[in-house]
């Protein structure tokens, strides 16, 4: 309940997405340190974006 499931090319494209993004994450980070990389890329590609 709640969920949505992804099919097909939806899937693979975030599945893409998640693979490219998991390259910038080598050595000890935690889930919270990636969170915070992620959030802060979205937040500064929106800024960016508005200009």
């Not at 490219?20 to 937040?43: H, I, M, P, S």
């Amino acid at each position: 309940m709640g969920e949505v499931a992804l099919r097909g090319k939806d899937q693979s494209a975030l599945d893409e997405i998640i693979a490219r993004v998991n390259q910038f994450f080598v050595g000890e980070l935690t889930e919270g340190d990636k969170l915070l990389y992620v959030n802060n890329a979205l937040k500064g590609s929106g800024s960016s974006a508005r200009r």
